[in-house]
């Protein structure tokens, strides 16, 4: 995209001369229209374009799904230019006059990367960010998990990725195709759990107006995640551990057992030899569960792991959001590599959600992230603190709302002037 036909005509025939599908837009306007009806693999622009400039056509690509990187070329380069393009999210940065198998180099550099990425992502595996040791090791663990049908335990401690670490080895096994059923132990009703893992027959209770076959029939030759499983009661342990033994599950009210081949992960963030010592695991059924036993590293020992994934983490929170953050300024990862993270690499999460909803444009600065991660926040004044809560708290009710002031004015109980006001980022 230029505004220079010749410069167009030239970039067309040196791309196509070495085999890419290439698409010309005389203006921004075009150009837009273009990201929003077809997908590219990259996208090169001017900075100065007719109507709408290269910037905006920057910020459309960086709002897409599918996020091709940006190469942005100017005649009019300066520190503060290229400074300004890196914040929006542009990959790369190339002044005229240019040598043209030196852009050719950086596209296909750039295109390169942008397919390996997508290629991790679509990886069932490619979930499991990281390149130190620890992470490298549980991803062969859930390789060679995935190859046999044993149960599996998971322990690590909460947030860690426990359960992202289940649905990798069901994604990978020979039972993906069918149903992966997860069910938090903890989250059901000691009174319910029975008739939810095991079934009933319409009537066996007040309220059964129809019968269900249970989570376990609902696995049928797919994957049961016993999601922190040392929370089950002894009685249900029992149960559990008779009907791993005999492939059948009995229904609530029902007289005759019905035969069930689904696989169980479990997990748990407690130590397991304790509790089995103080009599709140039995034995029996921990060795069941333990034939494959996977733990997963907390975030604090694998910190080198945290810019991948706070990469990571943004790509899917943008998504999710509608939001283009494009990374995290030095600082702020300095203070996200220096964090103790105690819950690990859902506190990670939360705490990058947090800096956008808190205020965050082009890039995550220190001053947006949450007190408790930023070291300087215990500096900030309490009017300014107070300020920067009220703000996140209106974005976080438009974020729920679809962005309807009335909607969240109403949700928070806050006349529309007042909304507007502690949406205003100067400080009183």
Known sequence: MDDESTLQETLRWTFEHNGWRVVVSGTGEEAIRCLKTDRFDIVVTDIRLPGIDGIEVLRCARSLVARPPVVLITAYGTVETAVAALRHGAADYILKPFDLDDLKARVERLVDDTTATRRRWADPLGEIVGQTPGIQALRQQVQKAAMTSSNVLITGETGAGKDLVARSIHAVSVRHAHRFVAVNCGAVPDTLFESQLFGHARGAFTGAVQANPGLMVAADKGTLFLDEVGELPLLLQVKLLRALEAKEVWPVGQTRAVPTDCRIIASTNRDVE?????????????????????????????????????????????????????????????????????????????????????????????????????????????????????????????????????????????????????LDDRSE
């Open 274 to 422: 304790a509790e089995v010592a103080a009599g709140r695991l039995r034995a029996d059924l921990f060795y069941r569960l333990k034939v494959v036993h996977i733990t997963v590293p907390p975030l604090r020992e694998r910190r080198a792991d945290i810019p991948l994934l706070a990469k990571h983490l943004l790509y899917q929170i943008n998504g999710r959001l509608g939001t283009c953050v494009a990374g995290v300024e030095p600082d702020a990862m300095h203070a996200l590599m220096n964090h103790d993270w105690k819950g690990n690499v859902r506190e990670l999460q939360h705490a990058l959600e947090s800096a956008i909803v808190n205020g965050a444009d082009e890039r995550i600065t220190l001053e947006a992230l949450p007190r408790d991660v930023n070291p300087m926040a215990a500096q900030i004044p309490l009017k300014e603190a107070t300020r920067q809560f009220e703000r996140a708290r209106v974005l976080e009710a438009l974020a729920q709302t679809g962005f309807d002031k009335r909607e969240a004015a109403r949700l928070l109980g806050l006349s529309m002037a007042s909304l507007y006001r502690k």
